[in-house]
């Protein structure tokens, strides 16, 4: 998983309200939440993977095998996966095809052998980041205009579902994680996106981008605890990461994660601290039932269609195929202001999303300065 650091001038808001006060906890996986949770493994060893999946099986209800070379390795990755059913957690795999490996089968045989509690594919990643960024892995690399620009972007990416699911033998959920253009990864096809809480990215900022995205498409959405620096320990305190747990939890999100990969992607990063965080977090979830937190009970600041800014700051690319316009500096500025006023109530979509008199909003905040 690869990360750009722009710096972000909002508001981080945090669960402050929910801070451990040092209890014993007493966990129960008898209790079903309303969230998966748990944990990203990229470690390329099985012993490593297996060994964390006996420690969290108690605490967790979900696993990515997020490791390419266990993936491709099949012994391997039934190995992880036996464990992964025998503990009761449901499970992800990263995936992109791969012609040697007779994937398809393997497929089957996991439908076969673990029914439901395999959810699906982790399909590639960063699809949107990788455009915003200009890497070699960008879907497109020109457009007539933003329009054309999402037009494209979206076909590209539907494309490249549809050849993991030839791949793979089978129409299985397609999840993943991103930092930028939310939207336009579920506009693909995408059933689940998980926002990046990392570096100083702005929590409530990333919520109301991927929120919006997914209340406007239909589906679920998540977050994804990942790093907050380039070097060991990688990650935020436990505290920090029990934090920005509950604050995705109170705002939705049907899926939340912790990052587990180094910076040479062969091993895990988890400390007790953070093993200690999913611990809490899965207790101070059983004690708080979330309450509904319809759109109708929160505001949508409305961008123009096709407008693929990056937001990371009032300079940020757009499409990663165009600098930033006479437009970013408003548009970056009204969403400061709006974060501030509406902190978690805020969510951001697009304008051809929309339906004559249908928003599910309480209110609608244009681009333009209308509402």
Partial sequence: MRFTVFACAFLVVVAGSALFVGVALHLSKTWEPDVYVGVYAGSTNVEELVNLADEVKSYTNLFVVGSFQVVEELPKLNQVCQRLAENGLNFLIFSHPNET??????????????????LGLYAYDEVGGHQIDRTRWMAIHAADNYTDAAEKYAVAVHDWLDQLRNYSG???????????LYEYDYRAGYDAVFAQFGWNFSRPLHVALCRGAATMNGKPWGAIITWTFDTPPYLESGQRVYEDMVYAYQSGAKYILVFDFDENTTRGILQQEHLDALKRFWQYAEEHPRASSPPENR?????????????????????GLWEADGLSGKVWGDVVRLSEQYVSGLDIIYEDNLQPNASPYSQLVFWNGTS
């Fill in 299 to 319: 505001v949508a600041y409305v961008l123009p269609s096709g407008y693929g800014y990056g937001f990371r700051g009032p300079a940020d690319k757009i499409w």
């Fill in 170 to 180: 089978a129409d299985l959920p397609m999840y993943a994680s991103d930092y930028v």
């Fill in 101 to 118: 490996v007779p994937f398809a089968q393997w497929v089957r045989d996991a439908q076969r052998n673990w029914g439901a509690q395999f």
